[in-house]
């Protein structure tokens, strides 16, 4: 059975770089799946954020394309989120996920963008 | 980009009601539709994929319908455990995959 774990600072600077991991047990991370990252801001909805093939093919959302980039680490089965010049928007419970849509979700991380 | 439009937003029901919620595309997205249910600090759980596919595990009485355009997600008999958020996802056909902005069910 797959799982996934995000981690990464829980608070982040406005202006900053949030930059999360998500650890993959159970798969690996060279597998015929795609490796999504999901946000959800308190009290809203759910925002697609982009995915990577272990190829390092990436695909990601326009809202958020200037400022976000994906990578895989295949030596140690994760793959990383980078989002740059942060603001309170981006405050949010951000998720990884295998080939959505997907029943393997992590639990969630809060990360939250305040000074 | 593909939009997706959930009606109602919100919605109150009794125990053993039939629910149903709507999912508008904004263009054709034939039937690569999920359903996901979201209840109050959990992770999202998927229920549905291929439109009207059930995961196996998901009760009987969830089940969906639609393609093309419009779909939608029926509760036969609710339950007080079905109280929850539930979101439409669209995937495949293009790289990209959005959301709807999510139906809120509460139990009268």
């Known amino acids: 059975q797959v799982q996934l774990q995000e981690s990464g600072p829980g608070l982040v600077e406005p202006s900053g770089t949030l930059s999360l991991t998500c650890a993959v047990s159970g798969d690996s991370i060279s597998s015929n799946n795609w490796w999504a990252w999901v946000r959800q801001p308190p009290g809203k909805g759910l925002e697609w954020i982009g995915e990577?093939?272990?190829?390092?093919?990436?695909n990601y959302n326009p809202s958020l394309k200037s400022r976000i980039s994906m990578s895989v680490d295949k030596s140690k089965n994760h793959f990383s989120l980078r989002v740059t010049s942060v603001t309170a928007a981006d405050t949010a419970v951000y998720y990884c996920?295998?080939?959505?849509?997907?029943?393997?979700w992590g639990q969630g991380t809060l990360v939250t963008v305040s000074s | 980009d593909i939009q997706l439009t959930q009606s109602p937003s919100s919605l109150s029901a009794s125990v053993g009601d039939r629910v149903t919620i709507s999912c508008r595309a904004s263009?054709?997205?034939?039937?690569?539709l999920a359903w996901y249910q979201q209840r109050p600090g959990k992770v999202p759980k998927v229920l549905i994929y291929g439109a009207t596919a059930l995961l196996s595990g998901v009760p009987s009485r969830f089940s969906g319908s639609g393609s093309g355009a419009h779909f939608t997600l029926t509760i036969s008999g609710l339950q007080p455990e079905d109280v929850a958020t539930y979101f439409c996802q669209k995937y495949s056909d293009g790289p990209q995959i959005t959301f709807g902005q999510g139906t809120r069910l509460e139990i009268k």
């Open positions: 990577i093939f272990h190829t390092g093919s990436t």
């Open positions: 263009q054709d997205i034939s039937n690569y």
């Open positions: 996920a295998r080939q959505l849509p997907s029943d393997s």
